[in-house]
């Protein structure tokens, strides 16, 4: 397998086809399965993933630490060859187990950055800007000035002979950025390229990438641990959890109508609270410890007697009674009392106490309730999710 020759990292690519047509760039993967075969025994650290990437999109990769989004970025670029499936690239197969194919990093027209960001310290910040053009046969003067217009792009107009060392990380990050995106519109792979950054300079830097994705129209694919960041930069989200998707779709949806619980945990807070189903309709009855609880299935295939759990989002559950009256629809209500309140500037949130339960309400502006006086929590059956138990692990 090649290797690439960036220095610091092991993984960076950053290869153009020289020559190569500009246009759409288009991702598919289908039924992608990667083993790493180790001394302690076999791994699967994805398990038949499949993942279209239309042009233009930017997808994002979200799971926990292990989940296998490092290795699919790696499958994609090259770095890994998987044991079956198939990944096209922009009309390329660049991989097919049935087929025989596998084509090298350098010539998959795609551009990947890392959390470690590898720049070559004795090169200028236009020398590291215009190293993949130079890379694949542009001449010096024409590399130099495209480097110093991604540059300005990136809000490093200036720079351009300044060293490395002499950047701050921010800065070093969007040198980065502008070495990846230099090439023009392909894929970009993102691996978590803003984890070790401090949360300004990282809000910032979301922002631009997604003004800088506007401007130039690469397609992304962008692996991340954080649920903010996925939510805010994706035009659709995958969630991962031992090497499958758990879910693929639009923020929204994701965090609206997650489709299992682990889903529902993982992005944003849920509240969750565990019983049988008494009776199903439209709407599900569940039996609970505080009484009957009414909301919507999360999935077909529930009976009476399954056990279940039911979700609902901190946001939807409202301790005022005041605000209770603003709920349409069918409205669930739970005898509680304030426990405690955390204040938290936009949002409050607060502790309530159900029984041997505590949920979580939040609620932003309005009056603050205090501890001892909210005396039930009141959420909409239509926000109320119900999903059946997940076996024990
Ligand atoms: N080269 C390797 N050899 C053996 N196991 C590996 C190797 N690379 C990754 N793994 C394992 O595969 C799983 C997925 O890893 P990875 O894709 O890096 O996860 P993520 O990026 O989601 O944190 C993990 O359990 C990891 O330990
Ligand atoms: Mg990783």
Same mark, same amino acid.
């Given at each position: 397998?090649?290797?690439?020759?960036? /220095?610091? $990292?092991?993984?960076?690519?950053?290869?153009?086809?020289?020559?190569?047509?500009?246009? =759409?760039?288009?991702?598919?993967v289908?039924?992608?399965?990667?083993?790493? #075969?180790?001394?302690?025994? $076999?791994?699967?650290?994805?398990?038949?993933?499949?993942?279209?990437i239309?042009?233009?999109?930017?997808?994002?990769?979200?799971? /926990?630490?292990?989940?296998?989004?490092? *290795?699919?970025?790696?499958?994609?670029?090259?770095?890994?060859?998987?044991?079956?499936?198939?990944?096209?690239?922009?009309?390329?197969?660049?991989?097919?187990?049935?087929?025989? !194919?596998?084509?090298?990093?350098?010539?998959?027209?795609?551009?990947?950055?890392?959390?470690?960001?590898?720049?070559?310290p004795?090169?200028?910040?236009?020398?590291?800007?215009?190293?993949?053009?130079?890379?694949?046969?542009?001449?010096?003067?024409?590399?130099?000035?495209?480097?110093?217009?991604?540059?300005?792009?990136?809000?490093?107009?200036?720079?351009?002979?300044?060293?490395?060392?002499?950047?701050?990380?921010?800065?070093?990050q969007?040198?980065?950025?502008?070495?990846?995106?230099?090439?023009?519109?392909?894929?970009?792979?993102?691996?978590?390229?803003?984890?070790?950054?401090?949360?300004?300079?990282r809000d #910032?830097?979301r922002?631009?990438?997604?003004?800088?994705?506007d #401007?130039?129209?690469?397609?992304?694919?962008?692996?991340?641990? $954080?649920?903010?960041?996925?939510?805010?930069?994706?035009?659709?989200?995958?969630?991962?959890d031992?090497?499958?998707?758990?879910?693929?779709?639009?923020p929204?949806e !994701?965090?609206?109508?997650?489709?299992?619980?682990?889903?529902?945990?993982?992005?944003?807070?849920?509240?969750?609270?565990?019983?049988?189903?008494?009776?199903? =309709?439209?709407?599900?009855?569940?039996?609970?410890?505080?009484? $009957?609880?009414r909301?919507?299935?999360?999935?077909?295939?529930?009976?009476?007697?399954?056990a279940?759990?039911?979700?609902?989002? /901190?946001?939807h559950?409202?301790?005022? /009674?005041?605000?209770?009256?603003?709920?349409?629809?069918?409205?669930?209500?739970?005898?509680?009392?304030?426990?405690?309140?955390?204040?938290?500037?936009?949002?409050?949130?607060?502790?309530?106490?159900?029984?041997?339960?505590t949920?979580?309400?939040?609620?932003?502006?309005?009056?603050?309730?205090?501890?001892?006086?909210?005396q039930?929590?009141?959420?909409?059956?239509?926000? *109320?999710?119900?999903?059946?138990?997940?076996?024990?692990?």
């Amino acid at each position: 397998m090649n290797k690439s020759t960036a /220095p610091g $990292d092991a993984g960076a690519v950053s290869s153009v086809a020289a020559g190569a047509s500009h246009g =759409d760039a288009h991702v598919t993967v289908r039924n992608l399965t990667k083993v790493y #075969r180790t001394r302690r025994g $076999d791994h699967v650290a994805l398990d038949d993933v499949s993942l279209d990437i239309g042009a233009g999109e930017f997808v994002v990769l979200l799971g /926990p630490s292990g989940c296998g989004k490092t *290795t699919l970025l790696r499958c994609i670029a090259g770095l890994e060859e998987p044991d079956s499936g198939e990944i096209v690239v922009d009309g390329q197969v660049v991989f097919s187990s049935e087929k025989g !194919i596998f084509i090298p990093p350098e010539r998959r027209r795609l551009n990947m950055v890392f959390q470690s960001y590898a720049l070559w310290p004795h090169f200028t910040v236009a020398e590291n800007v215009a190293y993949p053009l130079r890379n694949s046969g542009v001449g010096k003067a024409d590399a130099l000035r495209r480097a110093s217009e991604t540059l300005d792009l990136v809000g490093l107009g200036g720079r351009e002979g300044a060293y490395p060392g002499q950047l701050s990380g921010g800065q070093q990050q969007r040198v980065a950025l502008a070495r990846t995106i230099v090439a023009g519109d392909g894929l970009v792979l993102f691996d978590e390229p803003l984890s070790n950054l401090d949360a300004k300079v990282r809000d #910032r830097l979301r922002i631009e990438l997604l003004s800088l994705q506007d #401007r130039i129209g690469f397609s992304a694919l962008y692996v991340t641990h $954080d649920q903010t960041e996925a939510l805010a930069l994706a035009d659709r989200i995958g969630v991962m959890d031992f090497g499958r998707f758990e879910q693929l779709g639009p923020p929204d949806e !994701i965090y609206d109508r997650p489709a299992s619980r682990y889903v529902a945990d993982f992005v944003g807070t849920a509240n969750a609270i565990d019983g049988t189903v008494a009776a199903l =309709d439209a709407v599900v009855t569940v039996r609970t410890t505080f009484g $009957d609880i009414r909301g919507m299935a999360a999935a077909d295939g529930l009976a009476v007697g399954d056990a279940v759990s039911v979700v609902i989002r /901190p946001e939807h559950c409202h301790i005022d /009674p005041h605000a209770a009256a603003g709920i349409p629809g069918e409205i669930n209500r739970l005898q509680g009392e304030v426990e405690r309140s955390l204040y938290l500037g936009a949002v409050t949130e607060y502790v309530v106490r159900t029984g041997s339960e505590t949920l979580i309400c939040s609620a932003s502006g309005g009056r603050r309730i205090p501890a001892g006086e909210g005396q039930e929590v009141c959420f909409a059956a239509a926000r *109320t999710r119900i999903y059946a138990a997940e076996e024990e692990s």
